[in-house]
């Protein structure tokens, strides 16, 4: 509604507002936009000043789409341009922003381009300025007096058809005269209307009763219900500004005095410091006896008055000051013993300012019980605040104690719906129906309930698994991220958990060794019955598995029960005449003791190490490799020679091998095997000889390839295979761009050089074929030739197809394919070159471990003796269903040594506490995993359905 004034008064009357002032349909509403340098768009309302509250928070919250306020803060002072220090000025600007940002308040302030409201304005411009988009914008709402306001009339709509249209708004100080101009960096503005003109402080009612009515709500953030605490911020100003803070204080509301601002900000905090007959003489001073009056009782209610200094020890920032001022109130007679210390930890939590806590609340002045922080850390939790987690975990609470059936029902029905597993879980839920009616639920394991990383580290007593689990998930979860920064916040994030538990592993290792080793097979129940080490080589963590205790560990595995001192000749020397074995040419592993074995323990141990069985497969490979080829080279028949059948049987070996790799598990170079078996077998198929040939051919170059496997053990050799590996990818995208410029000089130029080709293999031949080889040299003849075209121009005699337009087509074509794309190509290789040449190491030592993982598990005789295992195998399991003695890498069921959780605490501490010291960026992106993996991870039922989400695809071994 709005104030009409009515244009008629009789003569001699008196202007009576009941009388000449009618309500009437507001038709000033909808978008402002202040025209100038860099246009703001803000929203505005014309309002009545007797308008109740309700309407108005109404308007606010559902039409204009503003979150409730955390915070209010009610900025005040003067309402003229006046002079602040420019430290002072800057302090207050960055303090005040702060806290709106970091506790997501309302600001609330007259509205008008002066005074204090300029400098709260200014603030938030350049806080706009030097933010990204998703920090958010802080909500500034000016209420001002609609008749004060300068070029008001603009902001009329003349029809009702354009009532809440945008509304351009010129920012016209120059000329505003006694009224004031709005201020272009307020984001919202209500304007209250009296019918007067020219009056001001109509609106301070109506603003007192608004910032009441939204001080009384309730809201509920993270299961936690508060009211909205209000402050008033006070700077500079006159007999008014102390009109508003005496009202305040009487109302119970805190008010922050900016000392150093000028006139009564000054005077009040001059009064507040100074002590005994100093306070009196100053009293005595001011003129006014009503002014002094209000000045003792603002100064009397200490417990609502705050003063900010600057430079005062321990109160360096506005924010911090602001946030001091409410606990402060807080500490009244609404709230008493441990009320009052949950509302303020209740306040803090939803205003996510650990610091606060830390330094107010969680003192020695109240003793925390860890059950009376459930109910906040569940919130923190829901909110998204990883800070407070650790904070609570650091007060005692323990998860084993926090997590129940309970907890996790209520954090699952409290997770958003924009959330990136919210999505996954109804995924898992469609497919998963689990019946649980009626059954009891019993008490949570804490191994059970592997919850968020850090906790994790902290509680857990796999800290070593848990690091390396919370990395995998971190790095799966970027891969799902949308936004650049926070895809490279979590990769660092997983970086940082990574070396968490290379530290872990180092501190172990350096203290025992051979327990250390341990570490690394050691199933654990809480991850799925994995291993550390298979976590970290499903995470991809090179450095860990690049550490020196790890490879050390790998290279005890290598060599079996050998000794690692054994040389490589003389494994080959005793492999190749095995009765050597009976000397000392070769040593055994000291902590197996088996030099005072017989010999059959000797030929087992010798032919069952993984060295031993990789040296003689590579020697069955050569030899399968060489008698391939003789047969297909020189005896290659119509009817097989046994040469022939004998490879048929080798190949049978080998499938009856990859079937068994395949069954444990897929990778690289069990697909290229596959295929050289099915091309091998496409071989045997057609009915004439030389077809068959042709595709046996292909095959036996697939065979060669698989050597490249082989490789892998050099440690110069394994990483230029991962090198070829990506310049395929490299050279498959660069296909795109030279088909492009193939195609297109092709189809040129066989258009203008041939007439209507219709034979299709000669088309291709002119299009792709001949335009390919012209980018290594070999140029056609016909290109540049005579006479080819027969078709002539009647008057002229001249060919219609213009041949020399070929030569220039050859020449911008070799121009951009040899020079041009062909140099990128090489760019693209070289960049792929110093990317793994720079870890070159580390890919090594990574890629090691899968070679020695399949020799290690792999049947001792090589193809194709290696039929005797299989059926050894089919009888031991598959008849006598005997269970497997060969398992990955020796898994270690025990638990973990004793000494080794007080070198995770020590190696965790120092960190800990130095990760309290700020809270940057990376926590805000670790949020979303911190509190979400708790929902996912809480249950031994919900681990087994997480393996089908793609950040869980470990295996259960």
Request: overall charge positive.
């Amino acid at each position: 509604m709005k104030r009409q004034v009515q244009e008629v008064l009789e003569e001699g009357t008196e202007w009576d507002p009941s009388r000449h002032i009618q309500e009437m349909p507001t038709d000033a509403f909808g978008d402002i936009r202040f025209t100038g340098l860099g246009q703001k768009t803000g929203k505005y309302v014309r309002v009545s000043s007797d308008t109740p509250p309700r309407v108005i928070y109404h308007l606010m919250t559902q039409h204009w789409g503003l979150d409730a306020p955390n915070l209010l803060i009610s900025v005040t002072g003067g309402a003229k341009n006046f002079v602040m220090k420019p430290r002072l000025k800057n302090i207050f600007r960055q303090g005040l922003v702060k806290v709106a940002q970091t506790t997501g308040a309302w600001i609330i302030t007259g509205g008008s381009h002066a005074g204090v409201m300029k400098q709260v304005g200014e603030a938030v411009r350049d806080f706009i300025l030097s933010c990204s988009h998703k920090e958010g914008d802080i909500v500034t709402i000016g209420i001002a007096t609609w008749g004060t306001v300068y070029n008001r009339e603009s902001l009329v709509c003349p029809m009702v058809s354009q009532a809440g249209q945008d509304r351009a708004y010129v920012l016209d100080e120059e000329n505003q005269g006694s009224l004031s101009c709005l201020d272009s960096n307020h984001s919202h503005f209500i304007l209250v209307d009296d019918g007067t003109h020219g009056r001001y402080g109509v609106e301070i009612p109506l603003r007192t009763r608004l910032e009441k009515f939204i001080s009384e709500q309730t809201k509920v953030k993270g299961g936690v219900a508060i009211k909205i605490p209000i402050v008033c911020v006070v700077l500079e100003g006159g007999p008014g500004t102390l009109d508003t803070i005496y009202n305040a204080i009487t109302n119970g509301t805190p008010c922050v005095i900016v000392e150093g601002s000028g006139r009564v900000a000054d005077v009040i905090a001059q009064v507040c410091w100074g002590l005994g007959s100093s306070r009196e003489e100053m009293l005595l001073l001011i003129a006014c006896p009503r002014i002094s009056l209000q000045i003792q009782d603002i100064v009397r209610s200490r417990q609502l008055l705050t003063v900010f200094r600057e430079g005062k020890c321990g109160q360096q920032d506005v924010d911090v000051a602001i946030l001091q001022a409410l606990f402060k109130a807080s500490r009244n007679q609404d709230h008493f013993g441990r009320e009052n210390w949950d509302h303020q930890l209740k306040l803090a939590v939803a205003w996510n300012r650990v610091d606060i806590a830390r330094s107010e609340i969680f003192t020695d002045d109240h003793d925390w019980k860890p059950s009376d922080l459930h109910p906040v850390m569940a919130a923190a939790l829901i909110s998204n605040k990883p800070e407070f987690v650790k904070l609570f975990l650091e007060q005692g609470v323990r998860l084993k104690d926090f997590v129940t059936w309970d907890t996790l029902v209520y954090l699952y029905d409290n997770l958003a719906p924009s959330c990136l597993f919210h999505s996954k879980l109804q995924k898992v839920l469609l497919e998963e129906r689990e019946h649980t009616a009626g059954s009891k639920m019993p008490r949570l394991q804490m191994h059970h309930c592997p919850c968020f990383p850090y906790p994790l580290l902290c509680q857990s007593q796999d800290c070593m698994a848990a690091a390396l689990a919370c990395s995998k998930i971190l790095k799966e979860l970027a891969k799902e991220e949308e936004d650049t920064d926070t895809t490279d916040d979590m990769l660092a994030l997983a970086e940082e958990y990574e070396h968490k538990a290379i530290g872990v592993f180092t501190d172990c290792y350096r203290k025992d060794e051979e327990r250390a080793q341990k570490l690394l097979t050691r199933v654990s129940e809480a991850w799925g019955k994995t291993t550390c080490l298979q976590l970290a080589l499903e995470a991809k963590n090179m450095n860990f598995v690049s550490h020196g205790g790890v490879q050390a560990f790998l290279t005890k595995v290598w060599w079996g029960k050998l000794s690692v001192d054994n040389g490589l000749w003389r494994v080959i020397t005793c492999m190749l005449f095995f009765p050597l074995l009976y000397t000392n040419l070769i040593t055994f592993s000291r902590e197996k003791r088996l030099q005072p074995m017989g010999c059959l323990a000797r030929l087992r141990a010798f032919f069952t190490a993984p060295i031993v069985i990789f040296l003689m497969n590579i020697l069955s490979y050569f030899t399968f490799l060489l008698l391939f080829a003789y047969v297909l080279m020189v005896d290659f028949q119509p009817m097989p020679s046994w040469r022939e059948y004998l490879i048929y049987f080798w190949l049978f070996s080998l499938v009856c091998e990859e079937t068994r790799q395949v069954w444990a598990g897929r990778d690289f170079w069990n697909k290229l095997d596959i295929c050289a078996i099915l091309v091998f077998i496409a071989g045997l198929i057609p009915s004439t000889l030389y077809p068959g040939r042709i595709i046996l051919s292909l095959a036996f170059i697939i065979f060669c390839l698989r050597l490249m496997h082989i490789f892998t053990v050099s440690k110069t050799l394994g990483p230029k295979i991962i090198i070829v590996k990506r310049m395929m990818k490299d050279v498959f995208f660069f296909l795109f761009l030279l088909a492009v410029w193939v195609v297109s000089f092709g189809v040129a130029k066989q258009a203008i050089l041939i007439h209507n080709e219709e034979r299709v293999e000669w088309l291709f031949r002119g299009v792709v074929y001949h335009s390919y080889l012209t980018i290594f040299g070999q140029i056609p003849s016909y290109i540049d030739g005579k006479g080819h075209c027969d078709k002539t121009n009647a008057d002229n005699k001249k060919p219609i197809f213009p041949e020399w337009l070929t030569v220039i087509l050859l020449c911008l074509y070799l121009l951009f394919t040899n020079i041009l794309l062909l140099n990128l190509l090489i760019a693209m290789f070289n960049y792929t070159f110093q990317q793994v040449q720079e870890h070159t190491d580390q890919i090594w030592k990574f890629q090691r471990h899968d070679l020695i993982e399949e020799y290690h598990g792999r049947p001792p005789a090589p193809p194709p003796l290696i039929l005797l295992n299989h059926l050894q195998l089919l009888v031991w399991r598959g008849l006598l269903r005997r269970p497997a003695s060969h398992h990955k890498l020796s898994e270690d069921q025990s638990p973990p040594p004793a000494p080794f959780p007080l070198l995770r605490a020590r190696y965790h501490a120092p960190r800990h506490k130095a990760g309290h010291a700020g809270c940057g960026p990376r926590v805000w992106h670790a949020q979303r995993c911190d509190s979400t993996t708790i929902l996912f991870l809480g249950q031994r039922r919900s681990w087994r359905r997480m393996k089908r989400l793609p950040f869980s695809r470990g295996r259960c071994t």
